[in-house]
């Protein structure tokens, strides 16, 4: 990657964490994708140097950066090879964190927080519901008050990463049915509740995935679940408003991660189309092997643009009430998609210029792709950023 244009705080980041990451090697994560093994050890590594809090208010024990540290470090850890499953270990507790820490209250965020980031507590982020699915707004699961003290929650989350090994979730739920509000985007709340798997009420159950296989990806049950109400954050009600800041930081990472992983799987074709010989010269010497690895290196840098502008425009929008949050939005959306499908050709790209080598675990290429499809489905998929973006960018009548 080029790295012109980027500040002296996140080349620093970048070389910190990348040293971090240089003791995980490649075996270490395709053991762990192959045995789905949490790596425990590698979320450990980046929480006892603080990193983990990186864009958290330094009072909280955070770094006090911003997002566009954060992703520089989001890239640099998928980068390393540690691909998806490495990112997503570790990513929520950096986006969930940034609605609980804006709007969450004093007693909440000191207790809370400080444990986020000294790694004793890991958190995921439930949003996704079975029967809902992208349709947000509509979700169904109910935090219902049962007392002044109490909510109980009862439905259903699905994909949840992390809910075997987190101890929080930063839960959105409806706390008014839709057909008492005015707005469907009105009568969500959001929590950051304890994930307590034992306790009665709440089922976890590990779903069998393609690739990332070290981070397990649930579905999570409630059924009459109780939560003190002070784990809400922020007013009753106004939960979709501010989940909203955490999804655009969200987005904003996943175009790094999906950036990192397409340079790692890039730098490998490279390699590999270097060295291997046939024909009596080395493949690379083919116009049909380099040409298509230099147009997705132009795609990657295109869209590292895109993406470092979306999150240098989400930190900007955190002093300056001036910048709409839909032009955050539409930046950090558009950022993603063109990260995510940049990066997925050059994944394909590496694999294919392996040749069968490209399908042999050994070569990691294989890991990277079956990967690279996450940040193209989730958290939004391209469909709903193309919606998105004709609307709210192009003054499309809106589609969905
Ligand atoms: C590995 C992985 C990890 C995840 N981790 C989490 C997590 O930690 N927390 C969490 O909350 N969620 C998580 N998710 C869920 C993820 O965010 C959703 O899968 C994603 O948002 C898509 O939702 P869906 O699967 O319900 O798709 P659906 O809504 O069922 O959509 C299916 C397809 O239809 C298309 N479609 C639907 N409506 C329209 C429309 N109006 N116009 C055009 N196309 C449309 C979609 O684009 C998609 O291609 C994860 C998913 C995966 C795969």
Same mark, same amino acid.
């Given at each position: 990657m080029e790295l012109t244009g980027f500040s002296d705080e996140q080349l620093t980041v970048r070389d910190a964490v990348s040293n971090i990451c240089s003791r995980f090697p490649n075996t270490y994560w395709q053991e762990h994708d192959q045995k789905e093994q949490d790596p425990t050890d590698f979320h450990a590594a980046l929480a006892k140097d603080g990193w983990l809090g990186i864009a958290l208010p330094e009072h909280l024990g955070g770094g006090g950066l911003g997002i566009s540290e954060a992703t520089m470090m989001m890239q640099t850890i998928t980068q390393s090879g540690a691909g998806m499953a490495g990112a997503q270990a570790i990513h929520a507790n950096v986006y969930a964190t940034q609605p609980l820490a804006k709007f969450g209250s004093e007693e909440q965020v000191n207790e809370t927080i400080p444990k986020i980031i000294n790694g004793t507590w890991r958190t995921c982020f439930g949003v996704t519901e079975p029967n809902t699915g992208l349709e947000t707004l509509k979700l169904k699961t109910l935090a219902k008050k049962k007392d002044e003290h109490t909510y109980t929650v009862s439905g259903q989350k699905i994909w949840i990463t992390c809910a075997q090994v987190a101890s929080k979730m930063i839960l959105l739920a409806r %706390? %008014?049915?839709? @057909? @008492?509000? !005015? !707005? $469907? $985007?009105?009568?969500l709340s959001l929590f950051c509740i304890d994930l307590d798997r034992g306790h009665p009420g709440l089922d976890v159950q590990k779903i069998k995935k393609m690739g990332g296989r070290a981070v397990d990806a649930n579905e999570v049950f409630f059924d009459n679940y109780d939560i003190p109400a002070s784990t809400r954050i922020g007013a009753e009600n106004d939960g979709f408003k501010i989940i909203l800041h955490g999804m655009n930081a969200e987005r904003c990472l996943l175009a790094g991660e999906a950036l990192g992983l397409g340079y790692a799987a890039l730098e490998k074709a490279v390699q590999y189309a270097n060295d291997r010989v046939v024909f009596g010269r080395p493949i690379g010497k083919n116009q049909g092997i380099a040409h298509p690895l230099a147009d997705a290196w132009m795609k990657l840098e295109a869209a590292k643009l895109a993406t470092y502008h979306a999150a240098r425009l989400y930190d900007a929008s955190a002093a300056d009430e001036s910048i709409p949050m839909h032009s955050v939005g539409v930046a950090a959306n558009s950022a993603k998609y063109l990260a995510a499908e940049a990066a997925f050709t050059a994944c394909e790209r590496a694999v294919l210029t392996h040749g069968g080598m490209g399908y042999a675990m050994e070569y990691d290429v294989e890991r990277y792709l079956r990967e690279i499809l996450v940040p193209r489905i989730a958290p939004v998929s391209r469909e709903m950023i193309m919606n998105y973006v004709g609307e709210k960018a192009l003054g499309l009548p809106r589609s969905y």
């Open positions: %706390t %008014t049915p839709l @057909e @008492e509000v !005015k !707005k $469907s $985007s009105q009568g």
